[in-house]
């Protein structure tokens, strides 16, 4: 297992445009998330996963914002209509989690930077 | 809303020597998860020691431990001979058990001198 791999690793776009990044969680988790980075600051939480259901989700995450996880595995996040408020790096995490969440540690990938110009 | 506050941005440390980096977080709940993630330049984030709220004892794993003040809501990580690869930005990180989201501090900055 190689871990949380996300991709592109780096994305530069004008703003207007769509992007779309891609998470693939480390194949038994059951759990994933997306938070979002800006320079500075911690990792801000945007919404997670349980399977292919979507649990919850930040008021961080305008209408712009759209996250998917298909089958359970792979999940996707697309923003439209890109603002420069956008640039951050979009980082994933997955767990595993079965009855009480217990500690429910995050491995995290590398994370995919996202500069609007 | 539960806030985590990492006061000190920036430290430095002399490589062998031993550093504190301070967390205070803010929470009405009685259970609770804390934790310390540990993010390299340009690698990613990964664990370094968790604490459960209802432990007394405080966490410890291999160099790094924490100073959990339950009262005080003080979740402080003490590095002991620091090395030049503990050089990264740490996050502390809080997660109430009723909740399924981390919440993460600022952040703090940590340089290792040769």
């Known amino acids: 297992d190689t871990g949380v791999s996300q991709d592109p690793r780096h994305k530069i776009t004008k703003r207007g445009q769509n992007v779309t990044f891609r998470c693939d969680p480390i194949?038994?988790?059951?759990?994933l998330y997306w938070y979002r980075q800006t320079l500075g600051q911690g990792p801000e939480f945007l919404t997670y996963?349980?399977?292919?259901?979507?649990?919850?989700k930040s008021r961080l995450l305008s209408d712009r914002f759209s996250a998917e996880r298909p089958k359970g595995s792979f999940s996707t996040l697309e923003i439209q209509r890109t603002e420069q408020g956008d640039s951050a790096m979009y980082l994933c995490?997955?767990?595993?989690?079965?009855?009480?969440?217990?500690?429910?540690?995050?491995?995290f990938g590398a994370g995919s930077r996202l500069t609007v110009l | 809303a539960q806030t985590v506050t990492q006061s000190q941005p920036e430290m430095s440390v002399q490589e062998a020597e031993t550093v504190t980096l301070s967390c205070t977080y803010d929470?009405?709940?009685?259970?609770?998860?804390l934790f310390w993630y540990k993010q390299p330049p340009s690698r990613q984030m990964i664990l370094v020691i968790r604490?459960?709220?209802?432990?007394?004892q405080n966490a410890t794993e291999n160099r790094f431990s924490v100073n959990f003040q339950k009262a005080a809501k003080s979740f402080s990580l003490k590095i002991s001979d620091s090395q030049l690869g503990d050089a990264a930005m740490y996050f502390c990180a809080y997660r109430s058990a009723g909740d399924d989201k981390i919440i993460f501090g600022k952040g703090t900055r940590l340089h290792i001198l040769p």
């Open positions: 929470t009405s709940e009685s259970d609770y998860y």
């Open positions: 995490a997955s767990s595993l989690v079965w009855g009480a969440a217990g500690a429910n540690v995050l491995t």
């Open positions: 996963f349980q399977n292919e259901a979507q649990l919850e």
């Open positions: 604490q459960e709220a209802y432990k007394q």
């Open positions: 194949s038994e988790h059951n759990r």
